[in-house]
């Protein structure tokens, strides 16, 4: 008998170091936690772009909830990889609670995975709730996480748009307006008038691996990327614009064409005295630019109505069952408070999505107060639209084919109307 007892022994230990070596890595997919429901909130923010403000405002909910244990999962490759993620854990019958959707992925994800609209998950356990989203969140900006079916597939979370960087110092220098140009027309005579006047570049627009800013360009005189399903930027309006950004590189030569941190980082070495770019931008650029920098709001064009594509990502819900679905809204609800989203916005530099952040005592209204740079992405929250994204199969085709236009067009090799017409037939055929 004592072999047989001291092999029971061995085993029964076996058994218990397997248990605490698993311990950890079953914590997350176990429903319950204690008295508390475990979910899993995938994001895609690194410890440079967020990840430090996602980690305090996890740790503060889960202290003070007592139904809810959230486990932060962070996914590399920013949005495309965090959707790569998420088809492989519905292969395998698993999914997270809560994830984050960046705008180019809306209808990718609402087409290819299980969710479920937050108001349904409120109609249905949270009556107290019932108007959150109609009292808090401005009309437009819920439209931005409708897909193209018109469903509202979640709620947006972050948000930027395009603002006007001015080197006020550069300005002052070349005889103008310090508070800089409040139309196109004037960024054109701004641009050339600076580098005539000081040797200095005097604009850049600027030029990621994506249509972001363009599409502000254009739509803000009235172009349209995609109407009902077909690509229409090259209207009157759409090669006017383009044109003016061509021939203040080209002509003028008073504007640089530079990948996205070069371009940014030659606004911040005083070598360019605008800079259209993102307000996320507001961080690296007030705290490395050595002189009178302010942020603007996004120009006009002769009076009519701006259109901003909004930038950033929703939030949806993907948690299957009742339990996990529930404790995904309590989580939700507190990053949507005013405080969570006055932390978020201080935290990334993204805008609050929610319309009353911005006021607040307990927001943002002190912050805001010692970060002038912030106001005018804030005032521009009436005009956003939804970032285009064409439809099917063909998106990421039809935008590397807008790249390639955009190259030849500001190399000098096209012109604008030629590249522009082109290029929509090319993606229109694409769409069929």
Request: overall charge negative; aromatic content about 10%; proline content about 4%.
């Amino acid at each position: 008998m004592k072999p047989l007892l001291k092999l029971f022994c061995v085993f029964s230990v076996v058994l218990l170091m397997a248990a605490c070596g698993n311990s950890k890595a079953k914590e997350a997919d176990s429903p319950n936690k204690g008295e508390k429901t475990v979910i899993e909130y995938w994001h895609v923010n690194a410890e440079t772009q967020g990840g430090k403000a996602v980690e305090e405002l996890v740790e503060e909910f889960n202290k003070q909830s007592e139904t809810t244990e959230v486990v932060a999962k962070y996914n590399p490759d920013m949005y495309k990889g965090l959707m790569q993620n998420l088809q492989a854990e519905a292969a395998a019958g698993k999914s997270p609670a809560v994830v984050q959707v960046g705008w180019a992925f809306l209808d990718y994800f609402s087409n290819n995975f299980q969710y479920i609209a937050p108001q349904e998950v409120i109609d249905a356990h949270f009556p107290e709730d019932k108007t959150f989203l109609k009292d808090y969140f401005l009309p437009n900006i819920m439209d931005l996480a409708k897909n193209s079916e018109g469903k509202q597939v979640g709620i947006p979370y972050s948000l930027s748009n395009p603002v006007l960087y001015i080197n006020k110092n550069l300005l002052k220098e070349a005889g103008l307006d310090e508070n800089g140009p409040k139309t196109w027309e004037e960024v054109k005579e701004f641009s050339k008038t600076i580098k005539e006047k000081t040797g200095k570049f005097g604009f850049y627009l600027q030029e990621p691996a994506d249509n972001w800013a363009t599409q502000a360009l254009l739509e803000s005189n009235g172009a349209k990327m995609i109407t009902d399903g077909k690509a229409t930027f090259a209207s009157k309006e759409g090669i006017e614009a383009y044109q003016l950004w061509r021939d203040m590189i080209l002509e003028d030569k008073s504007a640089v064409h530079l990948p996205w941190d070069q371009g940014v980082q030659s606004f911040i070495d005083g070598n360019v005295a605008m800079a259209y770019t993102t307000i996320a931008q507001r961080s690296n650029i007030q705290d490395n630019a050595e002189f009178d920098v302010a942020a603007i709001k996004s120009p006009s064009w002769g009076g009519k109505e701006v259109r901003l594509p909004a930038g950033g990502a929703m939030l949806a819900i993907t948690a299957q069952d009742e339990a996990q679905q529930k404790a995904a809204w309590e989580f939700m609800k507190y990053l949507y408070s005013v405080e969570s989203m006055a932390k978020w916005t201080e935290g990334t530099g993204y805008v609050p999505p929610r319309k009353d952040v911005a006021e607040a005592e307990n927001g943002l209204k002190t912050y805001l107060e010692e970060n002038e740079m912030m106001k005018a992405a804030i005032e521009q929250m009436d005009v956003i639209v939804p970032w285009t994204s064409f439809p099917g199969d063909a998106g990421l085709q039809a935008e590397q084919l807008l790249l390639d236009v955009r190259d030849q067009i500001l190399g000098g090799n096209v012109s604008v109307k030629e590249g522009l017409e082109k290029t929509e037939k090319e993606i229109n055929k694409l769409l069929k």
